[in-house]
């Protein structure tokens, strides 16, 4: 494995796919970690860890869904001779107060900042594409998405940015050191505002409906989740109705020189790859 130098976990996922192929157009020899990958990766494994960092001098690190492990990864990598981390965490992740939501993130923040390493913490506000690659697909293809979030606004990220901005740290060693960007869409809009533009691009009557998060939680469950899993969802829109995240930040900018890319962009990209067809 000395052939590659920079590590992302999670290299199926969201994120870390897109990483990785930024990564690798670059000309950055990436090792690609996961749970089905040549050298898998399992945060409920420790054992097979050694194995993904070595020769790494940088990683690309998506925490696990419990808090703790990172903490013993990044004493690994120290001890492998890695120099530059970067955190996927959670967008204004210091404003949570006492919400049991995001605990996992806190805790790999606490790791990675308490490390010797260069490190730099990239916490995202809510994907766009939670709305054709995750929870709030099927609910759209089947012509409602209720939620429990009313007049909340959410200034959603299209991934592709929140994978250009991770992809741009981990090339330019040094120049991030020691900083959190807080990186969102351009423009803060409602949930019932997102599912109208989806509808519209997409040519067709698609409805939103603000329900309680009880209701939330039993549709999960309904649907297979976990009960605490289903718990730990509705908390975020908990927590997002404080109004804390609402407002649009210009880290994007910061980072990459440009603008972020606007929800209308995602939905027109998205809408035209056919993402919402019955």
């Known amino acids: 494995m000395s052939d590659a130098n920079t590590l992302v976990l999670g290299a199926t996922g969201k994120t ?13 020899p990436v090792r690609s970690a996961s749970r089905t990958s040549a050298a898998p990766f399992d945060w409920s494994e420790p054992g097979g860890w050694d194995a993904v960092l070595r020769g790494a001098d940088a990683v690309y690190l998506v925490p696990p869904t419990v808090p703790g492990p990172v903490h013993e990864f990044v004493a690994r990598a120290e001890a492998a001779g890695v120099q530059r981390l970067v955190l996927l965490s959670g967008r204004g992740s210091d404003t949570w107060g006492d919400t049991t939501f995001g ?44 939620l429990p979030a009313g007049a909340v606004s959410d200034p959603f990220i299209d991934v592709e940015d929140v994978a250009d901005v991770a992809a741009g740290v981990l090339n330019e060693p040094g120049l991030h050191a020691g900083k959190t960007y807080d990186v969102t869409g351009p423009r803060s809009i409602t949930f019932g505002e997102a599912t109208e533009l989806i509808g519209r691009a997409s040519g067709r009557p698609i409805a939103y409906r603000q329900i309680s998060a009880d209701e939330y939680v039993a549709t999960l469950v309904d649907q297979g989740f976990d009960e605490d899993a289903a718990h730990h969802v509705a908390e975020m829109f908990v927590l997002m109705e404080r109004g804390l995240l609402a407002a649009p930040t210009e880290d994007v900018a910061e980072v990459l020189g440009r603008p972020a890319r606007t929800f209308e962009d995602y939905v027109v990209r998205v809408a035209a790859a056919g993402a919402w067809r019955p």
């Open 16 to 28: 870390g796919r897109r990483v990785a192929a930024r990564l690798r157009l670059r000309g950055t």
């Open 103 to 146: 605990l996992d993130m806190r805790s790999a923040e606490d790791a990675v900042r308490g490390s010797a390493l260069e490190w730099t913490v990239v916490r995202p506000s809510n994907f766009a594409q939670n709305f054709d690659e995750d929870l709030f697909h099927a609910p759209l293809v089947a012509g409602e998405l209720a």
